[in-house]
């Protein structure tokens, strides 16, 4: 079998460990042939030991410079580069035909973009950059001949309970809707009138899944699950009235489809992203992802219940948005973003993140988006609009201004 080598966009981060937690089960199979992050150096210092990448790229230029000097002082063969042409060099790296595109936020849309343009087999966890780039993104990696894999759980869930050969029109595959699992998060039986007071600690603790900060206060607040409509919506090319969401506090059943004659199928396991990330990784094949055997007698019952909107608004402005047009999707985001950090850093409380997005969607006038270019401006407009709505100094956003 020919040894597969793999570049990592966003290595240090929690999919990025669980994907070298497969990686290194299967030493014959996968080889780590580059590494990207933005600057955690002791972090990647360690994925160098261990995996021996030919490059690692870090996007911040200093801690690029500390890596390099402690990769040349261990003697180790990794070449380091830095800043937004060191990740797109991972991402386009010639002896890696799989890109795992796991940065956080809209951050990752350009290296992922390249590795699209690039041919690259994509194993998709980074959905804003889906969200962010959407048709044009979908498009260069048509152009390019990329095959797109998604390791989100419930879009990787879809693609395992969609027809083989599946080509994007639900009508000729009999396909009715596709019903989004969402655990709820962990602020699901919360007094509705305590949410203002939600410390990021009570944000970030998941009932089911260990994520990244960002993802973690988007579970909270249902945006993660509103991304992911958008997501399913670009992937699948089904329409949003299509696309349901369903509260299911247990996480076991990660997604599921229906079809016109009646039948659902759906695809169940622990929530682990080991299993998604081990079937992109082998797709159309099979390995083990190091997850336990799910025993349902122990697992007893399963439980289904819409979701709250009053208690979730985010999820109905991501509905907004996708019927809006590409711009809202790209304002949705880019002020999530803005608000998801404010958050985590104690400057704005928790219910700013939806007020922040509504005034941003209200703000943001319609546009044609055609390049990457009308996308990236309207992202920095809205995250303009977002900074002032939360009476922040504006930031700047390095990777996108690159
Ligand atoms: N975690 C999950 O279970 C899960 C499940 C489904 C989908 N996803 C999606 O997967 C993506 C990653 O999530 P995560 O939970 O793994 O996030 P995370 O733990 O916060 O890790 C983020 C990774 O991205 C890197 N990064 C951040 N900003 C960057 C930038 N500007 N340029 C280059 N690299 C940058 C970080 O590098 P440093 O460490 O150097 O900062 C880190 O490697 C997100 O889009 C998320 O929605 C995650």
Known sequence: MKTRGIALLGATGSVGASTLDVIARHPG??????????RNVAAMADLCRRFRPRLAA??????AAALARLVADEGLPVDVQAGAAGLEA???????????AAIVGAAGLRPTLAAARAGKRILLANKEALVVGGRLFLEAARVGGATLLPVDSEHNAVFQCLPPGYAGDPRAAGIRRILLTASGGPLRQRPLHTLASVTPAEACAH????????ISVDSATMMNKG??????????GVPAGDIDVVIHPQSVVHSLVEYVDGSMLAQLGHPDMRTPIAHALAWPERIDAGTPALDLVARASLDFEAPDHARFPCLGLAYQALEAGDHASIALNAANEVAVAAFLDGRAPFTAIADTVAAALDALPPRRIGSLDDALLCDEEARGHAYARLGLPRASHPALAA
């Open 90 to 100: 991972v991402a386009t790296s010639e002896g890696a035909d799989t890109v795992l």
């Open 29 to 38: 199979r996968y080889r780590v042939e580059a590494v990207a992050a933005q």
């Open 207 to 214: 009932p089911n899944w260990s994520m990244g900060r960002k």
């Open 227 to 236: 991304l992911e409509v958008i997501e399913a919506q670009r992937l699948f």
């Open 58 to 63: 870090l996007l911040d230029a200093d801690a």
